[in-house]
């Protein structure tokens, strides 16, 4: 199939799922699909996004931030969002709420992540306190394992949380987490200095600030951890390009060169060759970088210009297949490692995506949109 004949289709029959926050792809079932809704409940598709159903028996949540399925346990998923945590044990079909104990202690919630190799292992954070929340029975109890003393929930100047948590994939007692203001000082421009990263070494059980003058004060985007060595990070930053650390977040580096704006929303690793970045730039479109990041090229040919990149997603089956979105123009998709993009557009009636995510097996590419709710490509084989 080539890419004019590829079509996204609007998994909106049966039921609608207005703008997603956040989705996930059961990792055993490339059609199970578990979607949250920025008003409020979540979503489940039995049959790769053809037609949902409304999973939020149980609870009456708010807007969501994120979703996650457990590796190894595909029953069981976690949510987050305004009104704290929940968990579904059955696949979405009913819901348990757990803010109860330290995790009723906050209103608003950033991010939920889940050990990849103990799914009992659950970690929170809090978008406004600065709070780390740890589980070891999969929700039943909480422990509050750290909390940011600079952070108040109560001055919406001292607004800050972990937007991003990130387990090492080849060591999952090394976990990284960024700190970013809140999300609506974000989107209004007006944040100033958060506190950069912290880490933690024994499972998420305790954490430090692993900072140096580089990262100190920096609003973390996104962070992408080598698939093979848990000491190589990268963080994308609001007003400071790209940060590496290649000694577990001891000292870390601007690589910078031939970055054009400061804005790095999103970043990915080519799982074939970890040397190969992609960065997305706010209004600022697609680079890349071929040597770890010491040198980035502008890889924006065939995309709009202004592109405000917020996700990359790499072909799980060919790392030269990559996916792009850009919020104003659309999805774009690359052949050639990025050399070249085009428009996939054909059937995708709002051109505002957020997230881009492959199924397991690479076959389907799944959008979330502003407003329309989750479309599904049928990729080219």
Do not use: C
Not at 34 to 55: C, M, P, Q
Not at 139 to 145: E, F, H, M, S
Not at 181 to 197: E, L, V, Y
Not at 277 to 306: C, F, H, R, T, V
Request: no cysteine; net charge negative.
């Amino acid at each position: 199939m080539g890419l004019e004949g590829s079509r996204w289709a609007w998994g909106a029959s049966g039921t609608k799922v207005g703008f997603p926050i956040d989705f996930q792809v059961d990792p055993r079932n490339p059609n199970r699909i578990f979607a949250n809704a920025y008003g409020g409940g979540n979503f489940l598709s039995e049959d790769g996004g053809r037609t949902w159903a409304i999973a939020s028996h149980g609870y009456t949540g708010a807007q969501l931030h994120a979703i996650t399925v457990a590796p190894g346990d595909p029953r069981r998923v976690y949510t987050i969002g305004r009104s704290g945590p929940f968990r579904s044990l059955n696949g979405g079909d009913v819901w348990e709420g757990l803010s109860y104990g330290a995790a009723d202690m906050s209103s608003e919630w950033y991010d939920v992540a889940i050990d990849p190799a103990n799914t009992s292992v659950v970690l929170i954070s809090g978008e406004h306190q600065g709070n780390m929340l740890r589980s070891t029975d999969g929700g039943l109890t909480w422990r509050l394992a750290f909390m940011h003393p600079a952070a108040n929930a109560t001055d919406p100047t001292a607004q800050h949380g972990f937007k991003a948590i990130a387990f090492a994939p080849s060591d999952h007692n090394i976990v990284y987490a960024g700190m970013s203001h809140d999300r609506n000082r974000i989107d209004q421009g007006t944040a100033g200095p958060s506190f950069g990263m912290y880490k933690s070494t024994d499972n998420g059980v305790t954490w430090r600030e692993s900072n140096d003058a580089q990262s100190a004060g920096q609003n973390i985007s996104a962070l992408a951890v080598h698939p093979r060595d848990p000491n190589t990070v990268y963080a994308a930053t609001l007003k400071g390009g790209v940060l590496k650390s290649t000694n577990g977040g001891q000292t870390w580096q601007a690589i910078n060169q031939g970055l054009q704006l400061p804005d790095i929303r999103s970043i990915a690793i080519d799982w074939q060759n970890p040397q190969v970045l992609y960065a997305g730039a706010e209004n600022g479109g697609m680079y890349k970088s071929a040597n770890g990041g010491a040198i980035w090229q502008l890889s924006s040919n065939g995309m709009d210009p202004q592109a405000a990149v917020r996700t990359i997603a790499i072909d799980p089956n060919n790392a030269q297949v990559v996916y792009a979105a850009d919020v104003h123009t659309g999805v774009y998709r690359s052949d050639n490692g990025g050399a070249l993009w085009v428009r996939v557009n054909n059937g995708l009636r709002t051109r505002s995506v957020k997230d881009l995510a492959f199924s397991s097996d690479g076959s389907m590419l799944y959008a979330a949109t502003e407003g329309e709710g989750v479309f599904r490509l049928e990729t080219a084989r």
